[in-house]
């Protein structure tokens, strides 16, 4: 395999996971069949995961070196053993996303606390077919609950112009997450606004260009701003996103954001998150 073939396989690997969201399946954690599956070996499969696992490692270690992200984490009150889940789309799914890059901080700074962290947001997911995942989420009762969609809804596939959700339906359909949301927390529902993405540059990308697919960042941002006027609380990470600093917040593809990326929004996000908890104590 050659070193192209390993990168775009390492892409591909980094934001589908098949044990995630075929988990009913018998072989769906045998990591040799996915490796099959990514077409590469078994050792290239797991030698990568380790990868993103380090990256991860990394980027909080980084973070908790940073005085203001550290005094966040320190100050948050939470009980410990508390479960904090997150429902969305590839962005949080990433391998080595914000939530995953929150979690580990937590166990390096704050061990004591036994956190419970429940990733199960699902590559290409909108709001409706949040509404399947939510169903796990009524189960589980998290403590904790964060929500970051919105982007696939503005997804057109082909030569057509309809989104694959219309705006009217993403209103129906945000109300509709968070009532349920709102049903099966114990503390804290939290959503975080979509930020748009690069439409030039999804054009040109490798693997997007397989799907026959762009994204209409209008309608993303005007997601973005619906979320805003919700009565729930929300953390607004869109403009991490905005002018020149965007160049290096995105991957190449245009649609997925870049560690840095990543991590400006873990910071963002336990500033915001800490901010909210301090909130509802003084309420």
């Not at 590469?40 to 005085?67: C, H």
């Not at 947001?121 to 403590?143: R, V």
């Not at 099966?184 to 054009?203: A, C, M, N």
Request: glycine residues 6%; proline residues 3%.
């Amino acid at each position: 395999m050659s070193q192209s073939e390993l990168e775009k396989a390492k892409r591909i690997i980094r934001f589908f996971h098949p044990e995630k969201r075929f988990g009913f399946m018998p072989g769906a954690n045998d990591t040799e069949a996915l490796a099959r599956i990514f077409g590469v070996s078994q050792q290239n499969y797991l030698s990568i995961r380790e990868e993103f696992e380090l990256n991860v490692n990394l980027t909080a270690r980084e973070l908790l070196n940073e005085v203001d992200y550290m005094r966040s984490l320190k100050t948050i009150t939470l009980p410990a053993g508390s479960k904090i889940a997150v429902i969305g789309d590839s962005l949080t799914d990433d391998y080595q996303s914000w939530f995953e890059i929150i979690a580990k901080s937590f166990a390096i700074a704050r061990p004591e606390l036994e956190l419970q962290w429940i990733n199960t947001a699902l590559s290409g997911d909108t709001t409706m077919q949040l509404f399947s995942t939510l169903t796990q989420i009524e189960k589980l009762k998290p403590d904790y609950l964060f929500c970051l969609i919105g982007t696939n809804d503005g997804r057109i596939h082909g030569a057509g112009e309809k989104s694959c959700t219309g705006f009217r339906e993403v209103i129906d359909n945000l109300s509709e997450i968070a009532s349920r949301a709102l049903s099966s927390v114990v503390k804290q529902f939290i959503w975080l606004t979509p930020v748009g993405v690069k439409e030039e540059w999804i054009k040109q990308d490798w693997l997007l260009n397989q799907f026959c697919a762009s994204w209409s960042n209008k309608q993303i941002l005007e997601t973005a701003e619906l979320i805003r006027t919700r009565p729930e609380k929300h953390i607004d990470i869109a403009p991490l996103f905005a002018g020149e600093r965007s160049e290096t917040m995105f991957l190449e593809d245009g649609l997925h954001w870049s560690l840095q990326g990543q991590k400006a929004v873990a910071r963002t996000v336990m500033s915001g998150f800490s901010q909210i908890l301090r909130s509802k104590i003084h309420d």
